[in-house]
């Protein structure tokens, strides 16, 4: 090839390179574009947050499949088991640890579920620690001793090992529980529905529900007296504390507080139901049985459809909604209702 020749070759290669670069750069973006709306459907499809189920078909169903009967505890163990299950086989799957697009990206259904993981952990202690012993001097069940500390490892672990292998082996110890509780020949597993163990579990409810309350509150930003030492004057604090007190969620903070208050109330819904099963017998001779139902209801309130596309944050009585304040509303009425029912237990 002639000098020339190489020249001209030359001379429409670069003269073909704009529109090379031009075709390679519509094909790039439309690329993108096409990853984005598909990670946007996914990460939406993720997003919704399972229905509620019921806890008697679950029960009998398990039973079912386990061919023995329904059992004191049975339904409140199942119901455990269950939400351990909806939490971890969810669409998407568990997804606070994901370190991938869209889980990554995605902040609602993560604080959602870490507030149906606090719920799972305190039932699963109080079980340990109270429904599965009949005084406080014996001995905890094995199984349960073992699964109550799997359920609280790090629940962003992604990796050696995962947050979702450690959670299976809690949810398989506990179905070992469930069938040896089920088992008449299996005395050593037990669940005693004493009106004392069920207290015990509500003392914890009621103070994650205090504490719900208050974080959902302050999405407005109001000024709090400080009643920490109230009713004891001989009481006495670590650190001096200032007595008015200026509590606000950041703003970016807003919805996960919402969502994790969703993701709590959403788990208890099912356990109070199973307890309605379990303790049916005590509730009736405390009179508490109705008590429990509206206990209930109100939480039921707090799974009604979000129809606004984000969670709104206007003033308490400003022209724009604020779903924080709602929340709170339903959560502390359910509290209030959680501390009379333990009165009730304790003293009816």
Request: hydrophobic share 45%; no cysteine.
């Amino acid at each position: 090839m002639s000098i020339d020749s190489a020249k001209l070759s030359l001379f429409r290669f670069v003269e073909k390179v704009p529109l090379v670069r031009g075709k390679l750069a519509k094909t790039v973006i439309a690329v993108v574009v096409v990853l984005a709306i598909v990670s946007f459907a996914i990460g939406s499809y993720w997003s919704i947050e399972p229905d509620l189920f019921d806890v008697k078909e679950a029960a009998k169903q398990k039973a079912a499949e386990l061919q023995m009967e329904v059992v004191p505890g049975f339904t409140t163990s199942t119901t455990l088991s269950k939400v351990t299950g909806t939490l971890l086989n969810k669409p998407g799957g568990y997804l606070s640890n994901d370190v991938m697009v869209p889980g990554v990206l995605l902040d609602n259904i993560p604080s959602w579920e870490f507030g149906v993981l606090v719920q799972v952990r305190d039932l699963s202690r109080a079980m340990r620690k109270s429904f599965s012993r009949s005084q406080s001097q014996s001995v905890e069940d094995k199984l349960l001793a073992k699964a109550e500390p799997k359920f609280s490892f790090d629940n962003k672990s992604f990796i050696l090992p995962s947050t979702e292998s450690k959670y299976k082996e809690g949810l398989q110890l506990l179905n070992k529980y469930i069938e040896k509780l089920a088992n008449p020949s299996e005395p050593d597993a037990q669940f005693y529905t004493r009106a004392d163990n069920l207290n015990d579990w509500l003392q914890d409810v009621s103070s994650r529900l205090g504490s719900m309350s208050q974080r959902l509150s302050a999405s407005v930003g109001k000024a709090r007296l400080n009643t920490s030492l109230a009713g004891d004057p001989d009481a006495e604090s670590a650190t001096y504390q200032q007595t008015i007190e200026q509590k606000k969620t950041p703003w970016f903070e807003i919805d996960n507080v919402f969502y994790e208050a969703r993701g709590a109330s959403w788990a208890l819904i099912h356990f109070l139901r199973a307890v309605e099963v379990d303790f049916a017998g005590v509730l009736k001779k405390k009179n508490a049985l109705i008590s429990l139902q509206q206990i209930i209801r109100e939480l039921e309130a707090t799974q009604e459809t979000v129809w606004s596309p984000m969670v709104l944050n206007g003033g308490g009585f400003g022209f724009w909604a604020n779903h924080s304040l709602v929340m709170a509303s339903y959560i502390s009425r359910a509290n209030a209702g959680i501390i009379d029912l333990m009165d009730l237990l304790q003293k009816g």
